[in-house]
């Protein structure tokens, strides 16, 4: 499966973007998914993940509140609703795809075995 991410983009803090994950080569409903940011000379962290159903989900707690993770099965497709954004937002933004036998939300990187090529948001201040 091929994850593309998109949506990202420069904007003022306080603002709004969302972000898509689209998987292609084959449907990706059953899967784990997460977002992963990357700030510069930084690894990659942790932001939000979502189960195969959308029942669960989890998310570090400096986006507690103001991100949403959601998704689409009928569009294979998941989504990271990001308001009230802030400087210390501004990464770049990987959606990863666990197997698709995996059912349980990881936080670490290293369980996710599909990744998109990441998109750039900028907030500034």
């Known amino acids: 499966v091929q994850l593309q991410a998109s949506g990202g983009g420069l ?38 993940a979502i189960n195969w159903d959308g029942s669960s989900t989890v998310y570090t707690d400096s986006v507690k509140g103001r991100f949403t993770i959601s998704r689409d099965s009928g569009k294979n497709t998941v989504y990271l609703q990001m308001n009230s954004l802030k400087p210390e937002d501004t990464a770049v933004y990987y959606c990863a795809g666990r197997g698709s036998r995996i059912t349980v939300i990881s936080r670490s990187p290293s369980q996710y075995a599909h990744w998109g090529q990441g998109t750039l948001v900028t907030v500034s201040s």
Not at 34 to 44: D, N, T
């Open 11 to 48: 904007v003022q803090a306080g603002g709004s973007l969302r972000l898509s994950c689209a998987a292609s080569g084959r449907t990706f409903s059953h899967n784990v998914v997460g977002w992963f940011s990357q700030a510069p000379g930084k690894g990659r962290e942790f932001v939000a």
